[in-house]
């Protein structure tokens, strides 16, 4: 397939089997850099910014489908985007940490594997 051919909206960021089980990289969608993991067969993929302190997502750790942020282990579920934990803080400084960055989802976008192409749709 072409990348003209693929569904509207939706662009290629890797071939099947460019990115391991269990494992994530930073790939190109048009002109922003997104995260993109591979947990067992299914592919997922997110913005790879962390909405907490803007830490490089793709440098962190992959636990099943849960994304753990390099910087203050802020940890999303990549299957929705939803927070798990938001930093390893605790006691005050976690308490103060929230008044000023609230608890954000992270942005996940829709994955299609179409032969050995995979695609995300990102909006653009």
Not at 83 to 93: N, S
């Amino acid at each position: 397939m072409s990348v003209a051919a693929a569904p509207a909206g939706f662009v290629l960021v890797a071939k099947v089997g460019s990115i391991q089980p269990g494992t994530m990289a930073a790939v190109k969608a048009g002109d922003r850099e997104i995260l993109l993991a591979r947990v067992g067969d299914r592919y997922y993929a997110a913005t790879n910014v962390c909405p907490h302190m803007g830490a490089r997502l793709s440098d962190g750790r992959l636990e099943g489908s849960v994304l753990q942020c390099p910087r203050h282990a802020s940890r999303f579920d990549l299957t929705d985007g939803r927070v798990v934990r938001w930093t390893d803080w605790t006691g005050i400084k976690a308490s103060v940490s929230k008044l000023f960055r609230s608890p954000r989802s992270l942005q996940v976008y829709p994955v299609q594997v179409d032969g050995d192409n995979i695609l995300v749709k990102t909006g653009e």
